[in-house]
């Protein structure tokens, strides 16, 4: 099931990155945008009580011009619309109501979506309250007083923001179709490719816009199966400025990943790979997903007979932190191997389901120990007790060892080669979890 997605939207130096930063509870939302900041994370996983959501700070580059500042937050709120299930609206006590507040407020209200009206640097409450009455003039509900910066009203604010997540949250459970994400830079073909599967299979369910998504579903039948295929391409909006296009285009990849089985990343064949499909690619990485790396215009290419093995040889350079991600020659011009996508995609799901029986996984365990002796520091060796698995999508395994110090990443990398070995997990990354598990020494 996908998690909620929350989004803050607000003028301008109201302090959404601050307000960011203290729900996502770490220093991760850089807060003035410079081109060719290649970290720039706007999004985190956050767990309120027993409540996960993801959140989103659409925040972005500050314009100096009044009305240009006012085009974007219509933007802003225009992107938090299609995205979330909940949107934070922030205001600010010490600048009062203004004018553009008035404005995305008519947006948000004709949304229809949920909207939790915050008022941020709200210090004082004793002091500031009168100031925030006036917020009720916006007429999206109750104003919450907070103050980001000082951390206080945050678990109020949380406890609203979770209560809209019981309607509408669990729609997809009992939806058991493959989800595919297609995700990657814009014009390297993703809308293309649906469309050819489209044209080719002649059983199509007519599109439909996206739920409360910002992305197209577009259910496809192939040899009887359905497939609902997530489009984010089709949605980008213009805009001038190249780093608000990629953040913008982020916050898509984040909403459709979220839902999605497995994710087509749509690389354009003529270009190679970059930076930024690193950067798409490490989204659904994270979030374990199955991951499919699609070279697209493979017929624009000239080709010999070592091209592939160099073009595959520069993804996996690229893309080293995601060896099991299977990669794909196709071309939505001519159709070639596209039908090829649904065999890998079907596999590639079989991987992130499958489950490995304890016993079979501590043999495979016990016998990498014996060919490779686990590390040793200042003459304490580490000692691998027992492996289990204990979830899928992805598969997630739990190792008890003695100490978990010593269990450095290559030697886990190690036994994840060896699972793989023996299992393939082709297209799906593997977790690992250590625990510790004294008294066993004996």
């Known amino acids: 099931m996908s998690k909620p997605i929350v989004a803050i939207v607000g003028r301008p130096n109201v ?37 996960e959501f993801t959140l989103i700070d659409t925040g972005g580059i500050e314009p100096d011009s009044k009305d240009i500042i006012l085009s974007q937050m219509r933007e802003q709120a225009q992107i938090a619309i299609d995205t979330a299930d909940v949107i934070i609206f922030l205001t600010d006590v010490r600048q009062g109501l203004i004018d553009s507040d008035s404005k995305v407020a008519d947006m948000l209200r004709r949304s229809g979506k949920p909207v939790v009206l915050t008022v941020n640097k709200v210090d004082s409450f004793q002091k500031f309250m009168a100031d925030v009455y006036e917020f009720y003039n916006l007429g999206i509900g109750d104003p919450m007083p907070i103050s980001a910066a000082s951390r206080l009203g945050i678990g109020e604010l949380l406890d609203e923001v979770t209560k809209h997540f019981q309607e509408g949250t669990g729609e ?29 299979n002649r059983v199509i369910v007519s599109d ?51 839902r999605a089985d497995v994710v087509l990343l749509v690389i354009d064949a003529t270009e190679g790979v970059t930076e930024q499909d690193a950067k798409i690619a490490g989204i659904a990485h994270e979030r374990g997903k199955g991951i499919i790396i699609v070279v697209n215009k493979w017929d624009a290419i000239e080709k010999n007979d070592r091209t592939m093995k160099e073009h595959e040889k520069r993804v996996r350079d690229v893309l080293s932190y995601m060896p099991y991600a299977e990669i794909m020659y196709v071309s939505a011009e001519t159709g070639q191997r596209l039908n090829k996508l649904y065999d890998m995609i079907d596999m590639v799901i079989e991987n992130q389901t499958l489950r490995v029986a304890t016993g079979v996984l501590n043999e495979i365990m016990m016998e990498a120990v014996a060919m490779q002796q686990p590390p040793s520091d200042k003459g304490k060796r580490l000692k691998l007790y027992y492996i289990t698995q204990v979830s899928v999508k992805p598969p997630t395994f739990v190792i008890f060892v003695n100490d978990k110090a010593l269990m450095h990443f290559s030697y886990t990398r190690y036994l994840e080669n060896k699972i793989r070995e023996a299992f393939g997990f082709r297209g799906t990354p593997l977790r690992f979890f250590i625990r510790e598990r004294k008294g066993r020494d004996k």
């Open 15 to 51: 302090g959404k990155s601050t307000l960011f930063n203290a729900l996502a509870g770490e220093m991760i939302s850089i807060v003035k945008d410079t081109p060719g900041v290649t970290r720039d994370r706007i999004y985190a996983e956050v767990t309120w009580l027993d409540k």
């Open 172 to 200: 997809e459970r009992e939806d058991d179709r493959p989800r595919i994400a297609i995700v990657g830079k814009p014009n390297v073909g993703k809308s293309s490719i649906i469309n050819k599967l489209q044209g080719q």
């Open 208 to 258: 439909i816009a996206g739920t409360t998504r910002d992305a197209i579903d577009t259910p496809i039948k192939y040899h009887g199966k359905e497939y609902v295929f997530i489009d984010t391409a089709g949605l980008r909006r213009k805009s001038r400025i190249k780093e608000e296009l990629e953040r913008y285009s982020i916050i898509r990849t984040v909403t459709a990943v979220e």
